[in-house]
């Protein structure tokens, strides 16, 4: 059994990952509904990982054996009025998430739980990546989004996405 700060902070952590595919794929649509089919591919893709999160966040809880406790995901509200909002809105989000990732760490770190501190290693270098790909693609928005040759070709880099099961596998 984990300690009950820690625990609560990872059940919180369902429902944040949660969130974040419901973020992203009101993305997405957002994306596919003006045309740029592989911006909207592109956040998909995002949120299928961000599933996977919730899950790996779920399976660790049961291999503690602790109770999972679902919350309300609550509706995304962040009013896309450019192409380049979804763009620093993800990035936001995932300074955000990272910030949660790191406080839980810190959490497990002050009680010596060494377990969780080895489980969360993942996710603190999977956010590192996280928040690289979101970097990449606002610089990649501002270099070629404004020509709509640019924008064309970088909708067919972004098409080219597939998704990937996570590298971190929880028996
Ligand atoms: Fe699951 Fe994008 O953090």
Redesign the pocket.
């Known amino acids: 059994m984990l300690k009950e700060k820690v625990s609560g902070l990872l059940n919180e952590q369902v429902n944040k990952?949660f969130y974040?595919a419901y973020l992203y794929l009101d993305m997405s649509d957002y994306y596919i509904e003006k045309g740029l089919n592989g911006f909207g591919n592109w956040f998909k893709v995002q949120a299928q990982?961000?599933m996977d999160?919730a899950m790996l966040f779920i399976q660790y809880l049961q291999n503690n054996g602790e109770k999972v406790t679902l919350s309300e995901i609550k509706a995304p509200d962040v009013d896309f009025t450019g192409h380049d909002i979804p763009l620093n809105e993800s990035l936001k989000h995932?300074q955000f998430?990272t910030e949660s990732i790191h406080n839980i760490y810190d959490e497990a770190f002050a009680i010596k739980d060494y377990r969780t501190i080895q489980f969360l290693d993942w996710f603190v270098k999977?956010?590192g990546e996280?928040e690289k790909n979101a970097e990449d693609l606002i610089l990649k928005y501002k270099l070629f989004g404004s020509d709509p040759k640019g924008l064309y070709m970088l909708d067919t880099e972004l098409a080219a996405r597939v998704y990937a099961p996570p590298t971190l596998v929880l028996d």
């Open positions: 990952e974040s990982e961000e999160h995932e998430v999977e956010q996280e």
